[in-house]
């Protein structure tokens, strides 16, 4: 409960910041897009990362402000980045089940592309596998309305989850991003590395693009390249970065 009412007090305080993640094509090395990841600054204190809050936020309707916030400033900053010429191909959002499944979230997300200025053909939304198994018509119907505006959708996290491959078959989605925990060991767990070859392969059997997340090492990089895995993002090529640091990112990557 106090972790809750500092919560409610870092929004209203404005203490939350949104870091991005830059993305690259594997094959060239092309700056392709950013993941924009929450942090919660406590006034004088370290930066607090979203596994120490997400999971407290998403017993409550907190959730749902929390990430009203992040979707706003995030396509704020990007409109920004874009008038100054810094033409990043696309912005990742993570979108939590509890709000996906808010009666409002279409409606919310058409205002959102309203006020900021947002064209819907640049936002890329990031669900996870446990929002697509409970009540899978409305999820899909909401996703089809979503991608009439442009909007892509990747599942996150994938392969860690409950995936359902009956489900994945008829999910209007874009992308799979391979769950950093079977990127870890690579190359010295051969069943993740199995695991992944199988979950490329997959993709580009039904049509998804994949990236995979927490790439670390060159070795890690080589084997997804030439496992036809197409973007990757990950501590090899940056860390999570402030809008600030993004914005040299960009100018230096762009
Ligand atoms: O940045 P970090 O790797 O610590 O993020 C850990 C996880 O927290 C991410 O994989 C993501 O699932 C979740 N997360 C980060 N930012 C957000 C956000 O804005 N909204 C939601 N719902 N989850 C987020
Ligand atoms: O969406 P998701 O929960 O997967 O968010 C990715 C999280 O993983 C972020 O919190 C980010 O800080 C973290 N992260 C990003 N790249 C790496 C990496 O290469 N290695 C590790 N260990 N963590 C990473
Ligand atoms: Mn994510
Ligand atoms: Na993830």
């Known amino acids: 409960l106090r972790v ?6 870092a929004l209203s ?25 929450v942090r919660w600054q406590p006034p004088g204190k370290m930066l607090v990362g979203p596994h120490s809050f997400i999971h407290i936020a998403e017993e409550s309707e907190l959730i749902w ?63 996870t596998e446990s929002m697509l198994v409970s009540h899978v018509e409305t999820t899909i119907s909401k996703m089809n309305e979503l991608k009439k505006l442009g909007i892509r959708f990747s599942i996150d996290d994938f392969g860690a989850g409950y995936s359902s491959l009956a489900y994945l078959k008829r999910l209007p989605v874009d992308e799979l991003k391979v769950d950093r925990s079977f990127v870890r060991d690579i190359p010295h767990d051969r069943r993740n590395m199995a695991i992944v070859e199988t979950i490329i392969a997959m ?44 914005r040299h990112y960009m100018q230096e990557h762009l």
Not at 4 to 9: H, K, P, S
Not at 26 to 35: I, N, V
């Open 4 to 9: 809750y009412n500092q919560l409610r007090e």
């Open 13 to 37: 305080e404005n203490q939350l910041r949104l870091y991005y993640q830059p993305q690259h094509l594997l094959k060239t090395g092309e700056l392709m897009g950013a993941e924009a990841l």
């Open 65 to 127: 402000d929390i990430g009203c916030w992040v979707l706003q400033e995030a396509c704020k900053t990007f409109v920004k980045w874009q008038s100054e010429g810094l033409r990043l191909p696309e912005i990742s959002v993570n979108i939590s089940a509890r709000q996906f499944a808010q009666e409002e979230f279409v409606d919310f997300i058409t205002e959102v592309l309203d006020k900021t200025g947002m064209d819907a053909g640049y936002l890329n939304l990031e669900i």
């Open 203 to 246: 993709a580009q059997h039904l049509g998804f693009s994949v990236t995979a997340e927490g790439v670390e090492t060159h070795q890690q990089r080589d084997f997804l390249t030439h496992r036809g895995c197409l973007f990757y993002q990950g501590f090899l090529v940056s860390k999570p970065l402030s809008a600030e640091a993004m």
